[in-house]
């Protein structure tokens, strides 16, 4: 998980800082270059490159850091550890939820992002000619991606995608709600050291006010839902 989540970052502030694109998609990417946070980007190899893994021990730079560098091998480095980060983070909220004996229900949600990712910058560019068609590491490289990737396939009128699109984000909406509200809302103490250990899974007593949630969602959005119990 952190080596892989490390040398991700590491890539990404070393691209956007000092590697340009001009090599392969004749643009300036770096602050090296005058670029801003929204113009930087590790941009994807060429076309030309196909769906090489561009090792820096590989026949296409043969070792020279540099020529790597130029050719784009900083994305590949980029796009296949931050996957193995993005995983290694979900093994971990597993191995967390079961020492605390919680069900992983976390870990499970944290999975669809993943997909996502993985499918975007991984699956996706192997149907097509190479990597170049991936979305590169960048804010305005990201938009540059979606409207490719909505004039090559329309895919943005499919309405599964919007159901899946609207799920998620109304899901991530729900849960970040619900935890707020149950956080918030605690009116036993237990005597764990923390909030896993306090509290019984299986008690008969409950540890947060309904009423109290009630009165919370009143105070920040003026309105709450019914309160039925």
């Known amino acids: 998980l952190f080596p892989c989540a490390y040398f991700a970052l590491g890539g990404w502030f070393t ?3 000092f590697v340009t694109s001009w090599y392969t998609h004749g643009l300036a990417s770096s602050y090296l270059e005058g670029c801003n946070f929204l113009t930087a980007a590790v941009s994807t190899p060429a076309n030309s490159l196909a769906h090489s893994l561009l090792l820096l021990w590989g026949p296409e730079a043969q070792g020279d850091f540099t020529r790597w560098c130029q050719l784009g ?3 590949t480095f980029v796009a296949l550890h931050g996957a193995f980060a993005l995983i290694g983070f979900m093994l971990r909220q597993f191995e967390l939820a079961r020492s605390v004996q ?3 229900y976390n870990a499970i949600s944290f999975s669809g992002p993943i997909a996502v990712f993985v499918y975007v910058f991984l699956i996706y560019p192997l149907g097509q000619s190479g990597w170049f068609f991936a979305p590169s590491f960048g804010v305005a490289a990201i938009f540059r991606f979606i409207l490719f990737f909505q004039g090559f396939h329309n895919w943005m009128l499919n309405p599964f995608h919007m159901t899946g699109v609207a799920g998620v984000l109304g899901a991530a909406l729900l849960c970040a709600i619900h935890g707020a509200t149950v956080e918030n809302t605690l009116f036993e103490d237990g005597d764990g050291a923390n ?3 306090a509290f019984n899974p299986t008690q008969a007593e409950e540890t947060y006010s ?3 949630a009630n009165r919370f969602w009143s105070q920040i959005f003026g309105v709450a839902f019914s309160n039925k119990r």
């Open 15 to 17: 691209g956007t800082t």
């Open 73 to 75: 091998g900083l994305w």
């Open 102 to 104: 919680l069900r992983p």
């Open 195 to 197: 909030t896993f250990r």
């Open 210 to 212: 309904m009423v109290t």
